[in-house]
């Protein structure tokens, strides 16, 4: 399993590291997943710096194709990995629906993680109109097509199902629909047994037992969920204390 905290645009140095240092502390003791910390880009390193040595890693929410040059505001994955980022967020919807990202930037940016010696997670995930359609598996299909590298594999990417309305709204995919979806991303995935496929969406501690109990669901891509240390590390103890 794999808790991934997505802290999006929020904290500043002393909030932040406050809640880094309190997820370390308490993430230490004897939990059995992976526990992922993505600050926002300017405090990847402070954190990184405050979590050295515990079982927590840290990770970016978004990289650029590109390894350098003139692309100004952007952050290329080698900067992440030279800060001690282990993972790379890509193609999350906020970015995918603000920054007009498709599948073929999205498919280059995970390819830089790679290039950088990251794990991509890369985000796939339908709209509310998209599955009031019924066309929810046909849009997570072409996503998983065009945005995974040819070289993903369980080694260098993880998958994160975030259904679009899901995010931030309270509003969770009942367990039928995530375990369905789940199931359909599996089947498409080139590494079929053992590529992660982390659910996001409104995960929080009193629905994450059941969710991460779910077939194919390998753990969670937390948002608002993750700014609390004592949320946070209790959805990480429903995936570590099975
Ligand atoms: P949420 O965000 O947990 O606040 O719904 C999830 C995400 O966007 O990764």
Same mark, same amino acid.
């Given at each position: 399993m794999l808790i991934a905290g997505n802290w999006k645009m929020n904290m500043t140095r002393a909030d932040g590291l406050a809640l880094a240092g309190a997820v370390a502390s308490g993430a230490s003791a004897d939990l059995d997943c992976d526990v992922l910390i993505c600050p926002p880009a300017t405090l990847i390193w402070p954190v990184a710096e405050a979590v050295a040595g515990s079982a927590v890693a840290v990770g970016g929410q978004d990289c650029h194709p590109a390894a350098h040059g003139a692309h100004t505001g952007d952050i290329a994955a080698e900067m992440l990995a030279d800060l001690g980022c282990g993972y790379a967020i890509v193609g999350h919807s906020e970015r995918r629906a603000d920054h007009g990202e498709g599948d073929a930037v999205v498919r280059a940016k995970a390819e830089a993680a790679h290039r950088a010696g990251l794990t991509a997670i890369v985000c796939v995930g339908e709209t509310g109109a998209e599955r009031d359609a019924g066309k929810a598996n046909e849009v997570v299909a072409r996503q998983i097509k065009g945005s995974l590298p040819a070289a993903a594999d369980a080694t260098n990417t993880?998958?994160?199902?975030?259904?679009?309305?899901?995010?931030?709204?309270?509003?969770? !995919?009942?367990? /039928?629909d995530v375990a369905d979806m789940h199931g359909?991303?599996?089947?498409?995935?080139?590494?079929?047994?053992?590529?992660?496929?982390l659910y996001g969406g409104s995960v929080k501690p009193g629905n994450a037992a059941e969710l991460l109990a779910l077939d194919d669901v390998d753990g969670a891509l937390v948002g608002g969920a993750s700014l609390k240390a004592e949320d946070f590390?209790?959805? !990480?103890?429903? /995936?570590?204390?099975a």
């Open positions: 993880v998958v994160a199902y975030e259904p679009v309305w899901a995010i931030g709204t309270g509003k969770t !995919a009942t367990p /039928a359909h991303i599996r089947s498409l995935l080139p590494d079929q047994d053992a590529m992660r496929i590390l209790a959805i !990480a103890g429903a /995936a570590g204390g």
